[in-house]
């Protein structure tokens, strides 16, 4: 929510220093969010479609080299974490 509600150059800088586009960083911001509740209501995420399909970069990211199947399951959305502490640790 305080992402949606920022201004859209602050969206675009916070998108930015994680190396995707603003509309796939909100898509990816809502898949996360999903994930988190799920796992803090202590429900099954192993083989769970997750009700929001992120946003996929146009541009081929490095971490989407092998195939990572639907982009609603559970294993897009920690490629998706792994790709963003990458950056944190990185950066």
Known sequence: ALYNASPNAARKATAASFQVPEPVFGSWLLTLQTVRNVCAHHERLWNRIIGTRPHVPEKKLEWAD??????????????????LVGVLCDG
């Not at 092998?66 to 792994?82: C, D, K, M």
């Open 66 to 83: 092998p195939v990572l199947g639907p982009t609603n399951q559970a294993f897009y959305a920690l490629t998706i974490l792994a790709h």
